[in-house]
């Protein structure tokens, strides 16, 4: 069982992991993720994520506006796809008046998806 309290090269281990594992960042018509931006995304997965890395294989991201281009309160839409070793992928969603907004959303949902997830495979 591994402890709470993990030291400096182990976090930095973890954070190798996790950063290495496949992340796909997808798009609508509507939605250009320049490179700079796309960077910022991996690092905000990899860091919110990392506890999870020895579950994890793979993260896919779909930011999508659901107007369009117009102007509307909470159009835009991200969909977090998690895939767990040995298990179905689990799917998160979230809206927000910004990306930013809705990303954040999305990844607080899976966090607790997978906190439930996997604390039922450790009780079992």
């Not at 090269?9 to 190798?16: A, F, M, Q, V």
């Not at 690092?43 to 281009?69: A, C, M, P, Q, W």
Request: positive net charge.
């Amino acid at each position: 069982m591994r402890s709470a309290i993990l030291t400096f090269r182990e976090k930095i281990k973890l954070y190798n992991n996790l950063k290495s594992m496949t992340k796909q960042i997808n798009t609508d018509k509507n939605l250009t993720v320049h490179k700079e931006y796309a960077n910022q995304l991996e690092t905000l997965l990899t860091e919110k994520l990392v506890r999870f890395e020895d579950y994890l294989t793979r993260l896919e991201i779909h930011l999508s506006d659901e107007n369009g281009n117009k102007d509307a309160l909470n159009d835009k839409k991200c969909l977090l796809e998690a895939r767990l070793k040995g298990r179905q992928p689990i799917v998160t969603s979230a809206l927000g008046n910004t990306y930013d907004q809705a990303i954040k959303g999305a990844i607080d949902k899976i966090k607790v998806s997978l906190d439930t997830i996997i604390g039922k495979l450790r009780n079992h």
